[in-house]
């Protein structure tokens, strides 16, 4: 069973970094499309990164571009985002998700594109 669980939220103050871990399980992450997803309480999910494939070509979301940084370590098949400079807009539920159909390399950085989705991990940015 395909399974992405997601750790690493917390508090943290306006232009502090922090990480967001997304372990995978059931699917090798370097033969996949795995993303990171946000979401604002009353608002929809939107596209944050993505990695995909064995070259782990990579997507930002303009509004991430220069802050956040993702990565994967093949060896232990788990995906992290590194977010500096955070903003008090960057509050939100963070979510991981993985897909491995032809969809998911074609389209990384849309939600239909991802099959498994983690239960999210809260990120609060405070001033």
């Known amino acids: 069973q395909v399974q992405t669980v997601e750790s690493g939220g917390g508090l943290v103050q306006a232009g502090d970094s922090l990480i967001l871990s997304c372990s995978i399980s059931?699917?090798?992450?370097?033969?996949?499309?795995v993303g990171w997803f946000r979401q604002y309480p009353g608002a929809e999910r939107e596209f944050v990164a993505s990695?995909?494939?064995?070259?782990?070509?990579?997507r930002y979301a303009d509004f991430v571009k220069g802050r956040f940084t993702i990565s994967r370590d093949n060896a232990k098949n788990m995906v992290y985002l590194q977010m500096n400079s955070l903003k008090l807009e960057d509050t939100a539920v963070y979510y991981c998700a993985i897909g491995f159909r032809g969809d998911s390399f074609s389209y990384p950085t849309s939600l239909a594109s991802f099959d498994y989705w983690g239960q999210g991990t809260q990120v609060t940015v405070s001033s």
């Open positions: 990695i995909r494939g064995s070259s782990g070509r990579t």
């Open positions: 059931g699917r090798t992450a370097s033969s996949s499309a």
